[in-house]
């Protein structure tokens, strides 16, 4: 049974910047599109980043392009994104996904494991 396990959320200042790590087991990591999204209050969840090969292919939301960044360790079943120039926007409860390779998916509904969220608040 795949597990995931999210840490590394917390509070900032705007212009701050967090890095949320994911821990996997139970599936071939590097055989799954690994990726992150976000849930404010009252909105839908929205995709942030996605990462494949451990990093070797990384996909970003237009909204974080430039000051999010995806990356993964195959060998400690890892996936972290560093999240820099943090805005209130960014605001949102973050969850990290896992999906069987080869496809890459941008909707919550393409992912089937997930964890149970980290907390980034950012204050203006």
């Known amino acids: 049974q795949a597990q995931l396990v999210e840490s590394g959320g917390g509070s900032v200042p705007a212009g701050g910047s967090l890095r949320l790590s994911c821990a996997a087991s139970g599936l071939t990591f590097d055989t799954y599109t690994m990726a992150w999204f976000r849930q404010a209050p009252g909105k839908e969840r929205e995709f942030v980043a996605a990462s494949t090969r451990g990093g070797g292919n990384t996909y970003y939301a237009d909204s974080v392009k430039g000051r999010f960044f995806i990356s993964g360790d195959n060998g400690k079943n890892m996936v972290y994104m560093v999240m820099n120039t943090l805005k209130p926007e960014d605001t949102a409860l973050y969850y990290c996904?896992?999906?069987?390779?080869?496809?890459?998916?941008?909707?919550?509904?393409?992912?089937?494991?997930w964890g149970q969220g980290t907390q980034v608040t950012v204050s203006s």
């Open positions: 996904a896992a999906r069987p390779l080869p496809v890459m998916a941008t909707t919550a509904q393409g992912y089937p494991h």
